[in-house]
């Protein structure tokens, strides 16, 4: 009676470890890469760092030769995503890359960013005007800019005749003109 005891407990552990071997197969993988094989340089400075090469791709750290470029890094662990950046990431840079809809506060300010993208309904996303570098305000009638903090890439900002409180176009990184006639 020991000894089919004994039988069975034997039986059931290997099947247990059979099967979690088996179950286990999918999450793991190993592979053959060949460690500092490569010998890295930005702009003429050795990387002193680690690298893996791996079926015909090196690997770095990405920290590293971001910084070397003179980038700034980040991580955002909501969305598991690196951030290389021109300007220092901050938690309102992490904030900055949700896409989120634009609220408006002037109705023909929204007419011209939605003719600007050809997007004639819907909501317009932070995504829809990242691309957006110049806005000539001198043909419309504008009273607010709020919405424009989300253009994050412009650099040109005509207001023409407008008067409006600048106060949304502070925050804005790339701005280097805001011209008025």
């Given at each position: 009676m020991k000894r089919e005891l004994k039988g069975f407990v034997v039986g059931v552990i290997v099947t247990v470890l059979l099967t979690s071997t088996a179950l286990a197969e999918p999450v793991t993988k190993t592979?053959?890469?060949?460690?500092?094989?490569?010998?890295?340089?930005?702009?003429?400075?050795?990387v002193n760092a680690d690298n893996i090469l791996?079926?015909?791709?090196?690997?770095?750290?990405?920290r590293k030769?971001?910084?070397?470029?003179?980038?700034?890094?980040?991580?955002?662990?909501?969305?598991?995503?690196?951030?290389?950046?021109?300007?220092p990431i901050t938690q309102s840079n992490k904030e900055d890359n949700?896409?989120?809809?634009?609220?408006?506060?002037d109705e023909d300010f929204e007419k011209y960013i939605r003719l600007l993208i050809d997007k004639p309904k819907g909501p317009i996303m932070k995504s829809d005007v990242k691309?957006?570098?110049?806005i000539?305000?001198?043909?419309?009638?504008?009273?607010?800019?709020?919405?424009?903090?989300?253009?994050?890439?412009?650099?040109?900002?005509?207001?023409?005749?407008?008067?409006?409180?600048?106060?949304?176009?502070?925050?804005?990184?790339n701005l280097q003109m805001i011209m008025r006639n």
């Open positions: 592979i053959q890469v060949v460690f500092n094989k490569i010998k890295l340089e930005v702009n003429g400075t050795k791996y079926e015909g791709t090196t690997y770095v750290p990405l030769v971001a910084e070397m470029l003179g980038k700034h890094v980040g991580w955002n662990a909501e969305t598991n995503t690196a951030i290389i950046s021109d300007t949700k896409d989120v809809a634009i609220v408006f506060g691309h957006i570098k110049s000539d305000l001198s043909s419309i009638k504008v009273s607010s800019l709020k919405g424009i903090e989300h253009f994050t890439n412009l650099r040109m900002l005509n207001l023409g005749k407008n008067i409006v409180n600048l106060e949304p176009t502070k925050k804005l990184p």
